[in-house]
């Protein structure tokens, strides 16, 4: 787990520095071999797989709730969120805890990838196709390269229950 200590270690340096430093920043994370990433603003810590304790009556993307040094936190699966197939969990996955809106998620990704900076002029916006599952959470494309990452809306992936429109 070597990269989960190098990125946690660069998530405390960039909350002891001034809040510009976190500003093109995104935490990169895999699913179904896309690279999706949020702003680093969000997220707090990356842990591995908890115990998670299922709870009755919420969406199947909700997987339950975890016990994060006495806090109860909602697990979401970012695969089941858009759609995607739902895999088994192994020694890569992991939990991203992000921070939005004074509520605190963790968000479970097959692997995570690196902290990038990706200025604002490299991230374009989402193509105007028809709204499919998923679509409705992405931001924006941002350029990496010859790569693209698809940069997530982390108001929208916790609180938009909306369906496609």
Excluded at 53 to 63: A, G, L, W
Excluded at 128 to 146: P, T, W, Y
Aim: aromatic fraction near 6%.
């Amino acid at each position: 787990m070597a990269l989960n200590e190098r990125l946690e270690a660069e998530l405390l340096e960039d909350e002891d520095e001034n809040e510009d430093t976190q500003e093109d920043k995104f935490l990169t994370f895999v699913l179904a071999d896309e690279e999706y990433g949020i702003e680093i603003r969000y997220v707090t810590e990356i842990i591995g797989m908890q115990k998670i304790t299922e709870v009755p009556d919420v969406p199947s993307y909700i997987r339950g709730v975890i016990n994060l040094r006495g806090k109860v936190i909602p697990v979401m699966d970012v695969r089941l969120r858009f759609g995607l197939p739902e895999r088994p969990y192994d020694e890569r996955t992991c939990v991203v805890v992000i921070n939005v809106a004074e509520q605190a998620v963790g968000l479970i990704v097959d692997r995570v990838s690196e902290v990038l900076d990706i200025p604002k002029s490299e991230i374009e916006p989402p193509p105007q196709v028809k709204k499919g599952s998923g679509s409705r959470f992405i931001e924006g494309l941002g350029k990496v390269g010859d790569t693209v990452k698809i940069l997530l809306n982390a108001e929208k992936l916790l609180f938009d229950e909306g369906g496609s429109s």
